[in-house]
């Protein structure tokens, strides 16, 4: 049975830091391309970042860049997010995802249906 557990959320002020894990029970978890998404109340789901499963790219939303970095540890079947110089507009509640269709090794699925599992999410609250 596929897990994927985020954890790391919470409450933070404006220009805080955040490091969100998801740790993953997946068999051949290094095959796996990995996401990070969010949803604020009342607004979709949005791709957030995202890293090949080979580790070799990385991905992200225009609105985060220069201030997320996504990671991952094979070793220990966990992905990162680290997020610096949090905003208000950051606060949403953050998935983590995984996807197991890209056979490239650079590739990233920027698309929340292409993915195959999703955690149950953690908040993150940023207050201003």
């Known amino acids: 049975q596929v897990q994927l557990v985020e954890s790391g959320g919470g409450l933070v002020q404006a220009g805080g830091s955040l490091r969100l894990s998801c740790a993953a029970s997946?068999?051949?978890?290094?095959?796996?391309?990995m996401g990070w998404f969010r949803q604020a109340p009342g607004k979709e789901r949005e791709f957030v970042a995202g890293?090949?499963?080979?580790?070799?790219?990385?991905d992200y939303a225009p609105s985060v860049v220069g201030r997320f970095t996504i990671s991952r540890d094979d070793a220990k079947n966990t992905v990162y997010l680290q997020m610096n110089s949090l905003k208000p507009e950051d606060t949403a509640v953050y998935y983590c995802?995984?996807?197991?269709?890209?056979?490239?090794?650079?590739?990233?699925?920027?698309?929340?249906?292409?993915?195959?599992?999703w955690g149950q999410g953690t908040q993150v609250t940023v207050s201003s």
């Open positions: 890293i090949s499963w080979s580790g070799s790219s990385t």
């Open positions: 997946i068999r051949a978890f290094s095959s796996y391309g």
């Open positions: 995802a995984a996807d197991s269709k890209n056979t490239i090794a650079t590739a990233i699925s920027i698309w929340g249906h292409l993915y195959d599992y």
